[in-house]
T-cell receptor
Framework: DAMVIQNPRYQVTQFGKPVTLSCSQTLNHNVMYWYQQKSSQAPKLLFHYYDKDFNNEADTPDNFQSRRPNTSFCFLDIRSPGLGDTAMYLC?????????????FGQGTRLTVV | AQRVTQPEKLLSVFKGAPVELKCNYSYSGSPELFWYVQYSRQRLQLLLRHISRESIKGFTADLNKGETSFHLKKPFAQEEDSAMYYC????????????FGQGTRLTINP
């Protein structure tokens, strides 16, 4: 049973056209993360929420925004996608932050910007 | 800054042979180390973590603070071990976020 669900699995968007990726969880976890993974590279953390507390990584472009309207859902908004934003976007959750915290990942959304 | 290095992008061994996937890290604080695995067409999932000191699917990993390494080992590889393996580090006293290595694609040949 999928516990972290990402929609859509595949998304093609035009250069400059805003796009929103969705993540939902049935685990009731406090923490939700968004990672970007480009081809043959490590997943790179963009930002995370601890409950409603938003934590942005210093090098995350301003083009990337996130919303968490409730515990179950988290959205990644890309305001003006560029060709370089083509990547796999991974959502993950963990029950808490700190020692032993396991991250549970969704299947990912493969975004292609054309 | 936290950094995780997996020097091998690809590793291929024969079934029944020992496997070692290398992971080195750099971090000045108290890190927690993990191995995550992604099987074909499946999501990324936790394989093991150093604080548990457990063996999962025959894999073990020992944290060596002197060498700043957390290599993943299995004495006898099986075909179902073929997957992408990521070493990851979490700062348990700071931001507590996961930082991943680039991953090693392990292929077990019959």
């Amino acid at each position: 049973d999928a516990m972290v669900i990402q929609n859509p699995r595949y998304q093609v968007t035009q250069f400059g056209k805003p796009v929103t990726l969705s993540c939902s969880q049935t685990l009731n976890h406090n923490v939700m993360y968004w990672y970007q993974q480009k081809s043959s590279q490590a997943p790179k953390l963009l930002f995370h929420y601890y409950d409603k507390d938003f934590n942005n990584e210093a090098d995350t472009p301003d083009n990337f925004q996130s919303r968490r309207p409730n515990t179950s859902f988290c959205f990644l908004d890309i305001r003006s996608p560029g060709l370089g934003d083509t990547a796999m976007y991974l959502c993950a959750t963990s029950r808490y932050r700190g020692e032993g915290a396991e991250a549970f990942f969704g299947q990912g959304t493969r975004l292609t910007v054309v | 800054a936290q950094r995780v290095t997996q020097p091998e992008k690809l590793l291929s061994v024969f079934k029944g042979a020992p496997v070692e996937l290398k992971c080195n890290y750099s971090y000045s604080g108290s890190p927690e180390l993990f191995w995550y695995v992604q099987y074909s067409r499946q999501r990324l999932q936790l394989l093991l973590r150093h604080i548990s000191r457990e063996s999962i699917k025959g894999f073990t990993a020992d944290l060596n603070k002197g060498e700043t390494s957390f290599h993943l080992k299995k004495p006898f590889a099986q075909e179902e071990d073929s997957a992408m393996y990521y070493c990851a580090l979490s700062d348990i006293q700071g931001a507590q976020k996961l930082v991943f290595g680039q991953g090693t694609r392990l292929t077990i040949n019959p």
